[in-house]
């Protein structure tokens, strides 16, 4: 059974930065991995996906700002998130890309004030 466990987040100012890091269990490395986040009375949206040999993409809001890169031999994902913006305030997910079900974990949450 795979788990993903996410941290790294917390409270920051507009214009700041922080780093999610993504870290997965209980199987082989994982292909493709994705970020997402929902804010509080919206639905859950992509921000950025890695395959395995480093491909991304990312959602229009947070290009040129967010960067997500993988360590595979830590099994580690990394989110790293400059300039940040009060409407990039959500808990933050990872998951493979596209997601399953069953491989949603708690999340960490991002607040950025203005």
């Known amino acids: 059974q795979v788990q993903l466990v996410e941290s790294g987040g917390g409270l920051v100012q507009a214009g700041g930065s922080l780093r999610l890091s993504c870290v997965a269990s209980?199987?082989?490395?994982?292909?493709?991995v994705g970020w997402y986040r929902q804010a509080p009375g919206k639905q859950r949206e992509m921000v950025a996906g890695?395959?395995?040999?480093?491909?991304?993409n990312y959602a229009d809001s947070v290009k040129g700002r967010f960067t997500i890169s993988r360590d595979n031999a830590k099994n580690t994902v990394y989110l790293q998130m400059n300039s940040l913006k009060p409407e990039d305030t959500a808990v933050y997910f990872c998951?493979?890309?596209?997601?399953?079900?069953?491989?949603w974990g708690q999340g960490t949450q991002v607040t950025v004030s203005s």
């Open positions: 998951n493979t890309w596209p997601p399953r079900v069953g491989y």
């Open positions: 890695i395959t395995i040999r480093g491909t991304t």
């Open positions: 209980g199987s082989s490395t994982i292909n493709s």
